[in-house]
């Protein structure tokens, strides 16, 4: 939940560069939040998006952008942060152990709870307490790291083991696309006057940026314009 009276608070955003992450970065802007940018070089292979987020944020007008890397290719596990993992096209099943009865091939192990603590840290420096992370519905079917009780647990961690928690300024997790689908974020990113073809959301796209159309993150995407009534602004590969 936004709060409507946050006039130029402090937030630190989580931003890929992908759809989710920009119409995240709007929505606090557009309710009076001060947003600081925070983008993570984890060894992932679509690393175009970095690109992205850097265009995003500055055109964004963001009080600061910040790039931290961490390279969980060291530890693999990954489609997309091992080269020996494929990433899965649109209609194969997932190759591997137990990935394949639910949790996909492109669940980067512990990710989003290694992000949010680095943000959490650096909202602790900056004075924030609110952090922005761009999980929805769509992505906590399948990744335990997305889901509303993993996000609650971890606000609760955050509010243990800080000094500002510890001293009464409550850290909040705020995920404003929970409960929305892919259309909805198009629909209310649009009436924010986002620019979505500056987005990167493929798992596999090219040095350009340029997408496959063919991963479920691209399969997802396209579903997503095309629910919305939205033109597609994506520059897929010929």
């Not at 955003?13 to 309710?31: F, P, R």
């Not at 307490?129 to 609760?156: H, T």
């Amino acid at each position: 939940m936004l709060d409507v009276n946050s006039s130029k608070r402090k937030a630190v955003v989580l931003l890929s560069g992908g759809l989710d992450s920009t119409t995240v970065l709007a929505l606090a802007q557009s309710t009076g939040y001060d947003c600081y940018a925070l983008s993570f070089d984890y060894g992932q292979r679509h690393n175009f998006e970095l690109e992205a987020a850097a265009a995003i944020a500055a055109q964004a007008s963001v009080a600061a952008h910040k790039v931290i890397r961490i390279d969980l290719g060291t530890i693999g596990g990954s489609a997309l942060t091992d080269p020996d993992i494929a990433v899965p096209q649109s209609g194969q099943r997932d190759q591997g152990s137990e990935a394949s009865a639910g949790i996909p091939v492109t669940y980067v192990p512990a990710r989003n709870t290694v992000f949010l603590s680095l943000a959490l840290g650096w909202a602790e420096v900056l004075g924030a307490q609110d952090i922005f992370i761009g999980v929805n519905a769509v992505d906590y079917s399948g990744y335990p790291d997305c889901r509303p009780e993993f996000i609650e647990a971890f606000e609760r961690v955050a509010n243990l083991a800080t000094k500002a928690g510890v001293e009464g300024q409550r850290m909040i997790i705020h995920t404003p696309l929970i409960a929305m689908s892919k259309a909805q974020i198009i629909q209310a990113g649009v009436a924010l006057g986002i620019d979505y073809g500056r987005t990167v959301s493929c798992y596999a796209a090219d040095e350009a940026g340029r997408a496959c159309g063919r991963c479920d993150a691209c399969r997802l995407r396209t579903i997503g314009f095309e629910q919305a009534g939205v033109s597609d602004p994506t520059s897929y590969l010929s």
